[in-house]
């Protein structure tokens, strides 16, 4: 159910609200708008009879017929920006949000290598895994906390956000420490106590989408992580299986207006593991800008052939330039703008 207050209801009306709501056992969710303040109810399972059409500074109750509610438009009708305290950078707002750097984190001459060169391009984030979800117990499986020191070092020196997956409680601790984005990876989507564990958290959280989740089950996902509290949340796409063998994954991009639609959340697109193919990461990252995605997250590599992982779509660093500058000139045809490099990089370059 969602409570929909007057547009001049005070802080104390829709405080008493809340208090009434969760006088019963349930949760109450205030997200305010710009026009007005929405409630949103969650534990219940059906209407609650409380009185709450009746209490001062109610406007509407609504029965909320789709399973999610807190990442509908219903609750929210203005698009969510995320923001980084301390920097002009958003991520849902006009300018395009660009994360950019390798799969993992191998070393620290490897991180800043990368580091610099997407920094100069203009990325405002940069990725990089400490944790690495491997298909082969057998594989490199990340650095852990020293790769997540690393980036933390690469937030100080070029001035970019730090966004790297969490794949469990201990590593999800670790990251909420140094990173300024926890990512949740495709095969944890579904991972129901992790994504609870990251709507405690007090960094956003950008939820990629699992390889065969319909966009319900991606949406209910996120709908998890604001359940607890952490209204932060960043979508991705990032493919999907198929019978296509001609990429590794194939990218859906008609889920970004289909998102859009039905949500406030901002979504962004990986071309890299959406592709999984070098030659297939710029063209599908102008195509996700061109459908309206918030931003991309790219995989970038300065020696690909010898990467630990996701060499074979991890872009040179001059292609991902590139890239910037193609994503860049079509973002005003959709009324969206391209940062400009963080002033660390714009500084240090002059
Ligand atoms: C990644 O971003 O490196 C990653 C493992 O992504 P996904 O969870 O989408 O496979
Ligand atoms: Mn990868």
């Known amino acids: ?97 660009v994360i950019a750097g390798p799969c ?24 990089g895994g400490a944790y690495k979800p491997r298909t082969s117990p057998y594989a490199f499986q990340g650095m852990g906390e020293a790769g997540l020191q690393i980036m933390a070092e690469i937030r100080e020196r070029f001035g970019m956000l730090i966004v790297t997956e969490a794949m469990d409680y201990e590593s999800l601790e670790q990251v909420e420490k140094y990173a300024d984005v926890i990512q949740i990876g495709a095969r944890n989507m579904q991972n129901y106590s992790l994504l609870k564990r990251a709507g405690r958290a007090r960094r956003p959280v950008l939820l990629k989408r699992g390889m065969s989740a319909t966009l319900e089950e991606f949406l209910m996902a996120a709908e998890y992580v604001m359940s607890e509290g952490n209204y932060q949340v960043i979508l991705c796409e990032r493919g999907v299986r198929t019978f296509a063998d001609h990429t590794r994954n194939t990218l859906d991009l008609s889920i970004v207006p289909a998102v859009h639609r039905l949500s406030h959340l901002p979504i962004l697109v990986d071309p890299s593991h959406g592709t ?17 995605a918030d931003g991309l997250i790219v995989e970038v590599h300065h020696d ?33 703008s391209m940062a400009a ?6 500084g240090a370059s002059r």
């Open 1 to 97: 159910m969602l409570i929909v207050m007057q547009a001049h209801a005070s802080e104390e009306q829709v405080r008493a609200v809340c208090e009434k709501i969760e006088s019963v056992g349930l949760k109450a969710h205030s997200i305010p708008g710009a026009q007005r303040t929405a409630i949103g109810i969650t534990g219940n399972q059906g209407i609650v009879e409380i009185g709450l059409e009746e209490m001062a500074g109610v406007q509407e109750v609504i029965c909320v017929s789709k399973p999610y509610k807190l990442v509908s438009r219903d609750v929210k009708e203005e698009n969510t920006v995320i923001t980084f305290p301390g920097t002009d950078t958003t991520i849902g707002g006009k300018e395009l949000a």
């Open 104 to 127: 993992a984190i191998e070393s620290r001459e490897q991180a800043f290598k990368i580091a610099e060169q997407v920094a100069k391009a203009g990325a405002r984030f940069f990725r």
């Open 276 to 292: 999984g193919k070098r030659t297939k990461v710029l063209p599908l990252s102008r195509a996700a800008v061109a459908v309206g």
């Open 304 to 336: 690909p052939d010898r990467a630990l992982s996701d060499g074979p779509q991890s872009i040179y660093p001059d292609q991902f330039a590139e890239l910037m500058r193609e994503v860049g000139a079509i973002a005003p045809i959709i009324g969206r």
């Open 341 to 346: 490099p963080v002033a660390a990089v714009a």
